[in-house]
Nanobody, 124 residues
Framework: QVQLVESGGGLVQSGGSLRLSCAAS????????MGWFRQAPGKEREFVAA????????YYADSVKGRFTISRDNAKNTVYLQMNSLKPEDTALYYC?????????????????WGQGTQVTVSS
């Protein structure tokens, strides 16, 4: 069992940066593929980024590629999302998720554990 708690969201101006953190409890954290998703009001939850258990492989949605970076520290049971050059369209509730698969997953049904989300608001 893994419990996930996100932090680091907030209000930032367009072009600014934020770093989201996701703290995981559970001794098997290091075995999970970890992902970030986001959901804007009135829209479906969408994939943002994912990272394999070792951190060797990452994958990004086209909309954030080159601006966002996902990383993890298994010793701290934490996964991060560094978000740079933020745009108003990045405004959403951001969720951390864990998948007990070995492969990178980009759909919500592949993830077993979810956090409660942290709000990111980008003003123009």
């Amino acid at each position: 069992q893994v419990q996930l708690v996100e932090s680091g969201g907030g209000l930032v101006q367009s072009g600014g940066s934020l770093r989201l953190s996701c703290a995981a409890s559970g001794r098997t954290f290091s075995r999970y593929v970890m992902g970030w998703f986001r959901q804007a009001p009135g829209k479906e939850r969408e994939f943002v980024a994912a990272i394999t258990w070792s951190g060797a492989r990452t994958y990004y949605a086209d909309s954030v590629k080159g601006r966002f970076t996902i990383s993890r520290d298994n010793a701290k049971n934490t996964v991060y999302l560094q978000m740079n050059s933020l745009k108003p369209e990045d405004t959403a509730l951001y969720y951390c998720a864990g998948s007990n698969t070995e492969m990178i997953a980009t759909t919500t049904d592949r993830y077993n554990y979810w956090g409660q989300g942290t709000q990111v608001t980008v003003s123009s």
